[in-house]
């Protein structure tokens, strides 16, 4: 069973020195294929990718000249992609790439891969923050009519018969809401497992600033869930 790890980088140069070892690490542990996509960085990504992953066999990178989304540097990577069981997650380091492993060992164990669907389940936020993703998955399950938890939670796990199943994924970070969402659709069983959820080595969020960014972040989410209802409502 072939894992590919897919993690979107933008102007995280300052974080590949801590991020690729472990991604090595992930490579050797699993056999997995590891793709950093360098989603339109304007800072120095494009230039230690290059110099770091030269003739590296399992990390690899593939580039993404100008950034059009969270979203769509990850459907960027997943299209490179060579796995059975794909994944992503993010380049900050808050989570370690390490976790997939743990994740893997769930697919590994199912009598039926391709019915499996994992995330992880974050630990250790600041108490704000949990209180704003606990908010979001009640109005994401009332909306939807679905149960969703802590839905921008990484790893993000699934097969590539899920994968080839997608139609007009989003390309921002509703991303994660479609991907969950789904595969509640599909009815494919969601597995979660604890990961811890620390503090970034270098640089800052590009979304998860302060309120006002917050604000910004519930209305394109509120907007997309909207849209996803009406299809719904469409197809029924």
Known sequence: MKLSV???CYNEADNLSLLIPRCRTLAQETGAEVILVDN????RTPDVL???LANDAQVRSVRVEVNQGYGHGILAGLAAARGDVLSWTHADMQTDPLDIARGLQLFQGAEDHEALFVKGKRYGRPLS???FTIGMSVFETLLLRTPLSDINAQPT???RRFYESWQQAPHDFSLDLYAYYQARQ???SVERFPVRFGERAFGVSHWNI???SKRKFIQRTVDYSRQLKRRISEAS
């Open 6 to 8: 897919v993690i979107p």
């Open 40 to 43: 339109g960085s304007s800072d």
């Open 210 to 212: 302060d309120w006002s």
């Open 186 to 188: 599909a009815g494919l």
């Open 157 to 159: 796990m699934f097969s």
């Open 129 to 131: 923050d949990t209180f």
């Open 50 to 52: 290059l110099r770091t």
